[in-house]
């Protein structure tokens, strides 16, 4: 009696499902991101930076944890996991943070904005859709713009507006000015150390995000991985602050304004400091854990009308502020 043909071969069961080159199946997305967490690692920062490294967004993760990952791409991940562990923030770890809806990329050259200066962009925003309503183009001036965070969350929300960013670090400014090009927001930026760039120069409002830290608070070493220029001025936080509000006046139109971001133990002081430099107080705003967060200042005398040159308390008349 002749044999029985063999039964076919069943690929589902007998034939592996074939690799790409350079993985290994057993390390998936899911067990990466079982062993961040378990290292400690907070599971959000675990899945952007899993997401960073595959160049997939947070959808994809979750639809794929089961999707091996290249070895390589497993060894960046836990470099960049060990990193993260030890203070480097996830902004430059990812190379971006979204500030005030506008997403920025940033390097270790700049500060990487807090939402708690988005109080100090919605206090300005408002002041310019608000007293400056009437104005074709009111002069800004953001110093130690850092990222450019400030002047491109304002440029953004109010075009009309004719801003000029100052910071003292090239390295800084470079990261500002790619932001402000990749956006196409249009923003005046210059080199050089708070007013200096801006000599002769009157603006209707002036903002400033300052190093404020005392160099001592024990809160600063958590934040080693920033730049120290951007974060504290020295054993006393309030001498940026205190430089600033002394050189305004000369800076600022009839009924111009300076904002001033502080930290949040710091408003009685500033507000005195305003006070001390001849500008009327305007109050302090609070950021979203209530903490005193930023404090205004305005230029004594009427703000300027949407006619023509400025009239200043001394007599001189200004015909193009804020302009070269």
């Given at each position: 009696?002749?044999a029985s043909p063999s039964?076919?071969?069943?690929p589902?069961?007998?034939?592996?499902?074939?690799?790409?080159?350079?993985?290994?199946?057993?390390?998936?997305?899911?067990r990466l991101?079982?062993?961040?967490?378990a290292?400690?690692?907070d599971?959000l920062?675990?899945?952007l930076?899993?997401?960073?490294?595959?160049?997939?967004g947070r959808?994809?993760?979750?639809?794929h944890d089961?999707?091996?990952?290249e070895?390589?791409?497993a060894?960046?991940?836990a470099?960049?996991c060990?990193q993260r562990q030890?203070g480097v923030?996830l902004a430059?770890?990812?190379?971006?943070?979204?500030?005030?809806?506008?997403?920025?990329?940033?390097?270790?050259?700049?500060?990487?904005?807090?939402p708690?200066?988005?109080?100090l962009?919605?206090?300005?925003?408002e002041w310019?859709q608000?007293?400056?309503a009437?104005l074709?183009h009111?002069?800004?001036?953001?110093?130690g713009?850092?990222?450019g965070a400030?002047?491109l969350?304002?440029?953004?929300?109010?075009?009309?507006?004719?801003i000029?960013?100052?910071?003292?670090s090239a390295?800084a400014?470079?990261?500002?000015?790619?932001?402000g090009e990749?956006?196409?927001?249009d923003?005046q930026?210059l080199q050089?150390d708070w007013f200096?760039?801006?000599?002769?120069r009157?603006?209707?409002?002036?903002l400033?995000?300052?190093p404020?830290?005392?160099?001592?608070?024990?809160?600063l070493?958590?934040?080693?991985?920033?730049?120290?220029l951007?974060?504290?001025?020295?054993?006393d936080g309030?001498?940026a602050?205190?430089?600033l509000?002394?050189?305004?006046?000369?800076?600022?139109?009839?009924?111009?304004?300076?904002?001033?971001?502080?930290?949040h133990?710091?408003g009685?002081?500033v507000?005195?400091?305003l006070?001390?430099a001849?500008l009327?107080?305007?109050?302090?705003?609070?950021d979203?854990a209530?903490h005193?967060r930023?404090t205004?200042?305005?230029?004594?005398g009427?703000t300027?009308d949407?006619?023509g040159?400025l009239?200043y308390?001394?007599?001189?008349v200004?015909?193009a502020?804020?302009?070269?």
């Open positions: 009696m002749p039964a076919a071969p069943d589902s069961r007998d034939v592996a499902t074939p690799q790409p080159p350079g993985t290994d199946a057993r390390v998936t997305v899911a991101l079982a062993q961040a967490r290292q400690g690692l599971r920062d675990a899945t930076l899993l997401g960073h490294v595959l160049g997939v959808a994809w993760l979750l639809a089961d999707a091996p990952v070895t390589s791409a060894g960046r991940f470099g960049a060990a030890a923030p430059y770890l990812v190379g971006e943070r979204e500030f005030h809806g506008l997403s920025l990329r940033l390097t270790p050259d700049v500060l990487v904005p807090r708690d200066t988005e109080t962009v919605d206090w300005a925003i310019l608000g007293p400056l009437a074709p009111p002069a800004v001036a953001d110093l713009t850092g990222s400030i002047a969350a304002v440029a953004r929300a109010c075009p009309r507006a004719r000029s960013a100052v910071d003292c390295a400014l470079a990261v500002a000015r790619a932001n990749r956006l196409g927001i923003v930026w050089g200096a760039p801006l000599a002769g009157r603006f209707d409002l002036v400033s995000n300052p404020y830290i005392d160099a001592d608070d024990p809160h070493a958590a934040l080693h991985a920033e730049p120290r951007a974060l504290t001025p020295g054993p309030l001498a602050l205190r430089q509000a002394h050189a305004a006046p000369a800076h600022l139109g009839p009924g111009g304004v300076l904002m001033l971001e502080h930290g133990g710091q009685p002081a507000r005195a400091l006070a001390r001849g009327e107080v305007l109050g302090t705003r609070r979203l209530g005193e930023c205004a200042g305005r230029l004594r009427p300027r949407a006619g040159p009239a308390p001394d007599g001189t200004n015909h502020m804020g302009e070269e």
